[in-house]
T-cell receptor, first 110, second 116 residues
């Protein structure tokens, strides 16, 4: 079957580093996405990984290990505006569907 | 305007009402989607349209009726809804409906629906 797990909530301090984990099970993996969603706003695309390794984009990085069914989103130099929900989503090759996790709500405190 | 625009942003309706949600994309994309987002649940795909043709109906009850008159507009017609249908309804678009890695979804801000 298909399943995506990520923590429900996390807290961190401004200026710190936080890692949001995502584990998945799918019959045919074809890419993993991270989206950011501020309360009352549209989810916005952050990153896409299809090969193993780390993709860095400014303060945000995303890592993928296909053999472990595991990804993480790393946020550095946290800012208050990073308080949001972070959605992990996996594209299933067999169904061509994007399967979302429940999202991780991150709160950044001063 | 740019991106994906949804109206209304908030809607309260009774179980016997008929209402519609509207989505418009200004990105020149060929595929449009309706998702349902409920508290503490994953985003659920409801419908997919590609080049104005419905290509996916994800076992959605008939009280939800989509319409895609052209590649820029998508509607979700609502009729005799239940309180459990209260949720955030998100519209999204993508360049194409396919497996390409570059096929990123662009979401609208959603329509918050409350069914009394």
């Amino acid at each position: 079957g298909q399943n995506i797990d990520q923590p429900t909530e996390m807290t961190a301090t401004e200026g710190a580093i936080v890692q949001i984990n995502c584990t998945y099970q799918t019959s045919g993996f074809n890419g993993l996405f991270w989206y950011q969603q501020h309360a009352g706003e549209a989810p916005t695309f952050l990153s896409y990984n299809v090969l193993d390794g780390l993709e860095e984009k400014g303060r945000f990085s995303s890592f993928l290990s296909r053999s472990k069914g595991y990804s993480y989103l790393l946020l550095k130099e946290l800012q208050m505006k990073d308080s949001a929900s972070y959605l992990c989503a996996v594209r299933d090759r067999n169904t061509d569907k994007l399967i979302f996790g429940t999202g991780t709500r991150l709160q950044v405190f001063p | 305007e740019t991106g994906v625009t949804q109206t209304p942003r908030h809607l309260v309706m009774g179980m016997t009402n008929k209402k519609s949600l509207k989505c418009e994309q200004h990105l020149g994309h060929n595929a449009m989607y309706w998702y349902k987002q409920s508290a503490k649940k994953p985003l659920e795909l409801m419908f997919v349209y590609s080049l104005e043709e419905r290509v996916e109906n994800n076992s959605v009850p008939s009280r939800f009726s989509p319409e895609c008159p052209n590649s820029s507009h998508l509607f979700l017609h609502l009729h005799t809804l239940q309180p459990e249908d209260s949720a955030l309804y998100l519209c999204a678009s993508s360049q194409d409906q396919g497996l390409s890695g570059a096929n990123v979804l662009t979401f609208g801000a959603g329509s918050r629906l409350t069914v009394l």
